[in-house]
């Protein structure tokens, strides 16, 4: 993905720093439905990136390897669904950004979020879980531009930042929405509550990396070489 369509993403992120500054600053405006507001925010900005995703033509091969790879996620979610914190999810999200780029990883997330809470249940949380996997992808897809090889420590230490990154994000959406009163007792309070399970979704993902990384990345690039055109990866 080019610089341009992580425009977007950067002004999430500025909005979503400023919206925090603001509910921790201000009591005046403390009244206001945070939960809500920030869920419109991020639907907002998910179009966005969507949008901004979705501009370039693709063929049925992209679209083939985009829908297997988000099922595939999605039934390893699934899967391991029983297991606390510890699924592959985020490892073949982030992998698959790695070699199709930031696009279709970004793409992937966001359907592996979708697909999977058919089984696993939807509800208000679903966007934000859906944002975190699209973003887990775009990340993938920044750290395997230009490469033609698998970085295996770089890898293995953005798998494991996104476990707790993951966790973070929906730590959030919980204290916007189910806690009083909002400050950063409370914000800290609620991530620290699940240091634990952050902890082993970040060495799950470490995990399933040494594992089946080199494997999977190896048939995935053997994949991309043969049948997608360069302009159709690593963007």
Sequence with gaps: MARKSLI????LGVIAAASLWLTLGLRSIAPLNWGLASTVVLLIFLGLLMWSSGRR???TVVISVTATLAAFASLGRIVFAAAASVQPATFLVLLSGYVFGSRIGFIIGILTGLISN???GHGPW???QMMAWGICGLLGGALGR???HLALMPFLVISAGTGYFYGLFMNTWHWLNFVYPLNWQTLMAVWASSFIFDTLHAVGNVIFALVFGPTFFNYLVRYRNRFLPADDHLA
């Design 57 to 59: 033509t693709v063929n």
């Design 126 to 128: 679903t966007l934000w």
């Design 146 to 148: 230009g490469k033609n």
């Design 118 to 120: 058919f089984f696993l």
């Design 8 to 11: 977007p993403l950067i002004m």
